[in-house]
């Protein structure tokens, strides 16, 4: 009886341990699939004047037009205070508001 609850035991233990590791290659096999990342480069665009002045920012500030729709107006733009603001890769910009997700 002691014997058959060891190898019941075992066997559950067993199945556990390939399910896990199942989960991680396909996890691992999803996060290096190369048709998600992208290998064009990026130029960072800056909003004109007039821009500026259709969002009421001041024309001296420096904004950086992340994301443009099908016609070219602005999606998403993102004010610069520093060098290290400018978005290099939009694909790995997060949210901006807290309750985006």
């Known amino acids: 009886m002691k014997n058959k609850k060891i190898m019941i035991l075992g066997g559950a233990l067993v199945i556990l341990i390939l399910v896990v590791l199942g989960v991680v290659l396909v996890i691992k096999k999803n996060n290096s699939n190369p048709a998600t990342t ?17 969002l009421g920012l001041p024309d001296v500030a420096q904004v950086q037009a992340v994301e443009r729709g099908a016609n070219g107006e602005l999606m998403v733009y993102k004010i610069i205070r520093s060098t290290s ?11 901006i508001s807290p309750r985006q997700k």
Do not use: C, H, R
């Not at 992208?38 to 259709?54: D, G, I, M, V």
């Open 38 to 54: 992208s290998n064009t480069t990026y130029k960072p665009e800056f909003l004109n004047t007039a821009e500026k002045q259709a």
């Open 85 to 95: 603001d400018i978005v290099t890769n939009p694909d790995k910009l997060g949210p």
